[in-house]
């Protein structure tokens, strides 16, 4: 077995339970309209073609027999828009996965914060672009900011931490909140990370328009802060540093650059589709259709999934290029 091959059989994997998602990012899902005439449908799962619980923890059972399995995200579309999803993370905990995180823009997660800790969830990223009330709802098609805070302190409360929050910065609509929300993080503890936009999905035709890269983040961080490269944790996609502001408050920030700084060559996540289709990268679509194989016997699921792992992994691509259009949401971001 070949070096890359055997760095290779360490995995985490995401897992969207869902492809509903009931906010529509500017930069993730474009209108109705604006999707039907660019044909970028999502994989819209009806009820029926969405993998129950069951089958998916056979697929972790399964991945876990054959891999190193290192972490499960939960994510979709909106996760906790799923029906009884604290019972998942309750199922999932007992596989015993080292890191079970969940993903979320924070909506209703002040109302699940603390059934989902009890039932073994270790942490939380949420989705947070602007600490304005206005320009929150206009990203996100109509969020409501104050809800995402309660979720954050409902998070902190009941100690699912260390919480993440995520900030897709974009050219003219919230990079004058760069520093702001360093200062958010450091004040109460969480750490923010710095998105740059992806050519994916809505952001596809405006990405030129919209795009601000790490290094001015960084420039524009440097105006308020100190800032101390930490060493990079293998496989991570986040480049973090330590920052001190004026006042002797510290924390951690992230920045996450796809684009100008790729992290395809330590990459080993597996993305699962709420549908249960297998994906290797955000980049390509194609995957393997693990649905069917989840009815079969224990011995022959574990050999047909260890060869749609090893498939899906192949199907990496070096370094991403969107060449599908896809949406976040449909492919579990
Ligand atoms: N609903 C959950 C949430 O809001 O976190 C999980 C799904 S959402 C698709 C996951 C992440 O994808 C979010 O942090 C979102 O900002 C990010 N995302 C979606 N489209 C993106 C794009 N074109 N570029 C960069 N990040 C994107």
Not at 58 to 71: E, M, N
Not at 206 to 231: I, K, Q, Y
């Amino acid at each position: 077995m070949s070096g890359l091959r055997q760095i290779r059989r360490a995995v985490s994997l995401r897992i969207s339970v869902t492809d509903r998602c009931p906010l529509s990012c500017v930069y993730c899902r474009p209108s109705g309209k604006e999707e039907s005439k660019r044909g970028l449908a999502p994989f819209s799962s009806t009820r029926a073609e969405i993998l129950s619980f069951e089958e998916i923890v056979r697929l972790v059972r399964a991945i876990k027999s054959c891999f190193d399995l290192s972490g499960i995200r939960i994510t979709g579309g909106e996760p906790l828009v799923r029906r009884g999803l604290v019972r998942l993370v309750a199922m999932l905990s007992k596989e015993g996965v080292p890191d079970l995180s969940l993903t979320t823009n924070g909506q209703l997660l002040a109302e699940s914060a603390s059934s989902l800790r009890g039932a073994g969830l270790r942490r939380v990223n949420i989705s947070l672009d602007s600490l304005d009330r206005r320009t929150y709802h206009a990203i996100t098609g109509g969020g409501d900011l104050e809800r995402t805070l309660s979720g954050i302190d409902a998070v902190l409360q009941c100690g699912l931490t260390p919480v993440k929050s995520n900030m897709v910065v974009l050219r003219n609509i919230n990079d004058h909140e760069i520093v702001r929300m360093a200062r958010f993080g450091l004040e109460r503890g969480i750490h923010v990370r710095f998105l740059e936009v992806m050519p994916i999905g809505a952001a596809a035709a405006r990405f030129d328009e919209w795009f601000v890269s790490s290094a001015d983040v960084v420039r524009e961080l440097e105006t308020a802060f100190d800032l101390h490269a930490l060493p990079l944790v293998p496989g991570a996609t986040s480049r973090d540093f330590l920052v001190c502001d004026g006042e002797g408050r510290r924390g951690v920030i992230g920045l996450i650059s796809p684009e100008s700084v790729p992290f395809c060559g330590s990459c080993r996540r597996l993305r699962l589709t709420a549908g249960g289709r297998l994906l290797g990268c955000l980049a390509r679509v194609d995957g393997v259709d693990v649905g069917p194989m989840l009815g079969r016997r224990a011995p022959v699921l574990r050999a047909q999934l260890a060869d749609a792992v090893e498939k899906t992994l192949a199907l990496k691509q070096y370094p991403q290029r969107f060449v599908d259009q896809r949406l976040m949401v449909s492919i579990g971001g």
